[in-house]
């Protein structure tokens, strides 16, 4: 994938509050003057809604062409994110472990990437509404992250029905959401401990866990597989074009801030096995591939299971995806 590097400054916007209690009716806040709602306005809706097809719908109804208004500041509602009834939501470390060789285990797993994708979703939909006053490539950029995680969601939710199961019937854990409210002020930091952290995680784990799938004889979940992390590179890169671009714009070195960071806001421990062809596609240079492997430099205290299909235990079939 090639970046498209937008060499423009920007500012932050002056504020602009709504009260997020106008914002989810369909009442006319966050309208252009067409009456067409602002893409972040939409984005809040879509964060909000608590089923997961009528979020995929919402996802998929924010159009190419919808009005963007980068500088409005909308106030948070309450209740973030919408999700359903089920899956329950307990510790990772409660997440239980099945065997890949049973039917039920293969779908247990299939169920975790599911609901990493169900999140990854509302955190492409979090930071499309939250952080105002950036460019409107930003926006557009996140906007196609949580088109393409909801396409995952759906890739992954249809195989669970073939293999007899349904979002929801195993349980989940909240470790990416968890990181999420920890950075909700502060978007170089949710863009180095989301994209770059939690998400190039995903990175390592994918190869681990499809040739898991594909060695059971589940060729077709194996595929899925392949697509999400071929559009996880992707996802990565994004997050590490703007985290950068941040950086510059503040006069930080991006190795040092991340590192500082990771420990200010006590993100998960980084442990191979590293998925550096997959990183550099992504867009780690060679400074932050070599602090990856200096344990030195990685100074978060949180262990590495807030992304891991099984809650985080450290065998093969799940070991290192932590997102």
């Known amino acids: 994938m090639v970046i498209v ?15 997020s ?10 309208l252009d003057q067409s009456g067409t709602p602002c893409l972040r306005a939409q984005a809040l809706r879509a964060l909000a809604a608590t089923g997961w097809a009528d979020k995929l719908a919402r996802v998929r109804a924010i159009g190419d062409d919808a009005p963007l208004d980068g500088a409005r500041r909308y106030a948070a509602p309450g209740g973030l994110p919408g999700r359903p009834a089920a899956p329950v939501l307990v510790a990772p470390a409660e997440v239980p472990q099945r065997s890949m060789a049973t039917q039920e285990g293969r779908a247990a797993l299939l169920h975790a990437l599911a609901h990493i994708e169900f999140n990854a979703v509302n955190l492409a939909l979090d930071i499309l509404w939250r952080f105002a006053g950036m460019p409107d490539a930003f926006y557009r950029d996140w906007l196609r992250v949580a088109r393409e995680e909801a396409a995952h969601f759906d890739l992954l939710n249809r195989r669970l029905a073939e293999l007899g199961h349904a979002y929801g019937d195993f349980p989940g854990h909240n470790g990416l959401w968890d990181m999420a409210e920890r950075t909700c002020d502060d978007l170089l930091a949710r863009l180095a401990l989301v994209p770059r952290t939690l998400e190039a995680r995903g990175l390592d784990a994918s190869p ?5 799938l594909a060695g059971a004889g589940d060729a077709q979940s194996a595929a899925i597989v392949d697509i999400i992390l071929r559009d996880e590179i992707g996802h990565v890169a994004i997050g590490n074009y ?31 096995p590293f998925n550096m062809e997959a990183r550099r596609a992504a867009g780690f240079d060679e400074a932050e591939l070599a602090a990856l492997l200096d344990k030195r430099a990685v ?24 997102r």
């Open 5 to 19: 590097l937008r060499a423009a400054s920007f500012r932050p916007a002056p504020e602009i509050l709504m009260d």
């Open 208 to 212: 681990l866990i499809r040739n898991k």
């Open 242 to 272: 703007w985290y950068k671009r941040l950086c510059a714009e503040q006069g930080r070195e991006p190795v040092a801030c991340y590192a500082e960071l990771a420990s200010r806001y006590n993100a998960p421990r980084l442990r191979g």
């Open 21 to 30: 209690n106008s914002i989810l009716p369909a009442d006319g806040n966050g």
């Open 299 to 322: 100074t978060g205290e949180a262990e590495d299971s807030q992304r891991c299909p099984d809650g985080g235990a450290a065998n093969a079939s799940a070991g290192a995806l932590s």
